[in-house]
């Protein structure tokens, strides 16, 4: 019985929820099943320890002690989004040249995605960095769902949603009755399947209101250009009176103190994720300019966007 090698990358600050999921549910396999169904081993662009978005660290080898691998996941975390090694993005277009079934865990999609091997295919992240993935890639087919997998590649949105992810590879490999046992080893009663929505602020808000989440989806989906408080509450048929009720009922808060907040939110994420001026950023959230994006986001934050950017960088 052939024996698949699964290497993982770590990029520094790598989610280890992610990667213990993941090698847990290799792990299990090959316990249920009785055989060695799969190997795996740890590898980085920079071998030596490398420290987990927890502070832990693990030994990691080269790039070139993987050998012959058929999976590679690349397991990403916080600040993957700054992290760029041409000899790490060359090694990977190799391997997937070789036929690997190559992805990421968590935000590793961004080191995937700047790689090139995402275009043509969908791909996820943590609905976290949707807004930075999105702006950064924009070409590519990204959803935000729990994980993808199409053809040769996967991506899934971190956490527990990596166990999901494996459970399914070890049901395409091994079968149905194998990835159950698996699942249950972990008293996991439902494997998430491709495609799933990555729980989200809007369908935590159902549980509600439904107009109050159909309130916050349209305003999601107008961050640029943001609609009139009055023409959300025409098109979910209601008052705006009833719409100011929903959301100071519910949320303690007015319906566009709320919007704006949306909107400020996605210009912090911008200013943490990207590179992109202040001006464009403002641009993108529905603000008139870097003026009232300064002003509007001071009031929230303290500071000034800019500050804010540095200081991120900083820690």
């Given at each position: 019985m052939q024996t698949d090698h699964v290497v993982f990358v770590l990029i520094p600050r790598f989610s280890l929820l992610a990667l213990s999921a993941s090698v847990e549910a290799l792990r299990a396999a090959n316990a249920v099943s009785g055989h060695p169904l799969y190997r795996w081993s740890l590898v980085a662009a920079a071998p030596g320890p490398v420290t987990s978005s927890s502070g832990l660290a693990l030994e990691a080898e080269s790039l070139e002690t993987a050998?012959?691998?058929?999976?590679?996941?690349?397991?990403?975390?916080?600040?993957?989004?700054?992290?760029?090694?041409p000899d790490l993005r060359s090694w990977l277009r190799r391997i997937a040249a070789s036929g690997a079934l190559v992805g990421a865990l968590s935000d590793g999609s961004y080191v995937v995605a700047d790689s090139g091997l995402f275009d043509g295919v969908r791909s996820t992240i943590h609905w976290h960095c949707l807004d930075s993935y999105r702006e950064r890639f924009p070409r590519l087919d990204i959803r935000a769902s729990v994980f993808e997998l199409d053809r040769r590649r996967?991506?899934?949105?971190?956490?527990?949603?990596?166990?999901?992810?494996?459970?399914?590879?070890?049901?395409?490999?091994?079968g149905e009755d194998l990835a159950a046992a698996v699942a249950d080893n972990y008293i996991h009663d439902h494997i998430r399947e491709a495609g799933s929505t990555q729980v989200s602020a809007v369908l935590q808000l159902r549980r509600r209101s439904g107009r109050l989440a159909d309130a916050a989806r349209l305003m999601t989906a107008h961050l640029e250009n943001p609609l009139p408080i009055a023409e959300i509450a025409r098109r979910l048929d209601i008052s705006g009176r009833h719409l100011d009720r929903l959301f100071r009922r519910h949320l303690e808060t007015a319906p566009?103190?709320?919007?704006?907040?949306l909107r400020l939110e996605r210009a912090r994420h911008l200013l943490i994720q990207t590179g992109l001026p202040i001006a464009e950023i403002a641009a993108a959230t529905g603000f008139a300019s870097s003026a009232h994006l300064a002003r509007c986001f001071r009031q929230a934050h303290g500071c000034s966007p800019r500050t804010h950017r540095l200081a991120s960088r900083a820690r």
């Open positions: 050998g012959a691998a058929t999976v590679v996941a690349v397991c990403g975390g916080e600040r993957s989004h700054t992290y760029a090694d996967f991506s899934c949105a971190g956490g527990t949603s990596a166990l999901d992810l494996m459970l399914t590879l070890v049901q395409q490999h091994h566009g103190r709320y919007y704006r907040g």
